[in-house]
Structure formats: structure tokens, C-alpha cells
């Protein structure tokens, strides 16, 4: 069974950074995609950073890109580095997973079979 676990969230004032992981287990898939959405109450999950695990530049929703970095510290491992965060960066941050065969990762919540339980980000100004 395929668990992903996040950690690292907290609270931070503005401008400052935070490093999200996940750890995956059970995952036996030889490609995939990785990676994070965020959701704020109200509205729709999005994805901010994913990264394919055969190469290719990782993907950056606008609004982070310049600021985030998601990198893969091992086949089971994600990590996403934030910095100079904003308080619209607050929301309930989500690492999932999925087979994949090659291409750009997809946006598509659907697509993603697995999700980790979420961990909170809170940016003060």
C-alpha cells in the first residue's frame, strides 16, 4: 500500500522560508510524478511544483515559481523549498504521486492516485 507522509509546514512571517518533505512508501513504480498542490479553503486544489522522476525541468505554478524549489532527495523522498514567503502563499499544502510515463507531469487532481494527509503553511504579514 502507497503512503505519503508530509512534514515541515508551520507558521512564518512573511519574506521568510520553509522546506516541505515527503516520504513515500510501498511506491514501486519506475517513472512517476511527484509533487505539491495547496488549497485554500473555498477553492480548488492546485498544483505548485512537480517533478517527473525520469528528468525534465520540474514544473512551477506562476505564482511561486522564482520562490519554490522542489527537488527529489531520493526515489522515495520530495522535497519543496520555500522562500520569501507571502501570506497568500497560506493554505493546506498536499504532496501526491502517480505512474507516469514521460512528458509534463499533469495539473489534473484526478490524475493523482495518491495524497498525503496535508500539512499546514501559515505566512503572516
Known amino acids: 500500500q502507497v503512503q505519503l507522509v508530509e512534514s515541515g509546514g508551520g507558521s512564518v512571517q512573511a519574506g521568510g522560508s520553509l522546506r516541505l518533505s515527503c516520504a513515500a512508501s510501498?511506491?514501486?513504480?519506475?517513472?512517476?510524478?511527484m509533487g505539491w498542490f495547496r488549497q485554500v479553503a473555498g477553492k480548488e486544489r492546485e498544483g505548485i511544483a512537480l517533478?517527473?522522476?525520469?528528468?525534465?525541468?520540474p514544473y512551477y505554478a506562476d505564482a511561486v515559481k522564482g520562490r519554490f524549489t522542489i527537488s527529489q532527495a531520493s526515489a522515495q523522498n520530495a522535497i519543496l523549498r520555500m522562500n520569501g514567503l507571502k501570506p497568500e502563499d497560506s493554505a493546506m499544502y498536499y504532496c501526491?504521486?502517480?505512474?507516469?510515463?514521460?512528458?509534463?507531469?499533469?495539473?489534473?487532481?484526478?490524475?493523482?492516485?495518491?495524497w498525503g494527509q496535508g500539512t499546514q503553511v501559515t505566512v503572516s504579514s
Open positions: 501526491a504521486a502517480t505512474r507516469w510515463y514521460g512528458g509534463s507531469c499533469p495539473l489534473d487532481v484526478g490524475l493523482y492516485q495518491y
Open positions: 517533478i517527473y522522476s525520469a528528468g525534465g525541468n
Open positions: 510501498g511506491y514501486r513504480y519506475s517513472t512517476y510524478c
